[in-house]
């Protein structure tokens, strides 16, 4: 197979090889583009021909190695992640191995492509913890404003009868400490109300999320019919 024509993969960006079954049936590389190269840290003329377990000494040659002898085996599509040592720090590379078949199911190629995860495992977990962090601030702040409206409704009950109780012991002609009774009422009545909207929306905040399947074209049926 002339590695030429897999000279176009030199200008895609991320890094692909192709293997191929030698004639002792182990996978070896026939081709290692420029993207490659700068990932593996070394130039195709020291990759071509050899296997994994040549090119890579230790535990990464040995697990991708094998890697290949499961996909030639199989003849099925594979994913992994290995951890490969780069400038003397351990980073994360998950390559996918795709086998092309011939007519006879044999195996005339594998192409393979690798991307490094490290950085992309990195802000996952940042954007975890940055979840965890808005989450737990949410719970304390539904927390803080349940227990402040909890706080607030027994004082505006009070509020409410005072101005009842002053009300009722009020004479007829007196008419301006009416109104002001009757304000406080409506004042405790709508702070009461709104008190009680925060504790429901607190506790509607809280309740566990619950997941439930439906048929859509029923619920389209229902929706285009009425």
């Known amino acids: 197979m002339n590695p030429l024509n897999f000279a176009i993969l030199d200008y895609v960006a991320l890094p692909i090889f192709v293997l191929r079954p030698d004639p002792e049936g182990r996978p070896v590389y026939a081709f290692w583009n420029r993207a490659a190269e700068r990932l593996g840290a070394r130039p195709r ?3 071509l021909g050899h ?20 996909v030639m085996a199989t003849r099925t599509a594979q994913t992994y992640d290995l951890l490969l040592d780069l400038d003397g720090s ?17 195996i005339i190629v594998i192409v393979g492509t ?11 977990q940042k ?20 227990f402040a409206a909890h706080d607030l409704r027994a004082p505006m009950r ?3 009868g005072l101005s009842e109780l002053i009300r009722d012991e009020l004479p007829e002609d007196a008419t301006e ?32 999320e619950r997941i439930e399947s439906f048929e859509l074209h029923l619920l389209c049926r229902d929706i285009f019919t009425d």
């Open 177 to 208: 400490a009416r109104e002001i009774a009757d304000l406080m009422s409506e004042v405790s009545e709508k702070a009461q109300d709104l008190i009680g909207e925060v504790l429901d929306f607190s506790e509607a905040s809280n309740a566990e």
């Open 127 to 146: 954007d975890i913890e940055t979840l965890a962090r808005v989450e737990r601030a949410r719970r304390e702040m539904e927390q803080y404003i349940a």
């Open 114 to 124: 690798s991307t490094i995860v490290t950085p992309i495992r990195a802000a996952q």
């Open 45 to 47: 003329e020291e990759v």
């Open 90 to 106: 351990a980073t994360e590379v998950q390559t996918t191995l795709s086998p092309i078949l011939g007519h006879d199911d044999h």
């Open 51 to 70: 296997t994994a377990r040549e090119v890579y000494e230790g535990a990464f040659g040995e697990a991708a190695y094998r890697r290949h002898m499961e």
């Open 158 to 160: 009070r509020i409410l």
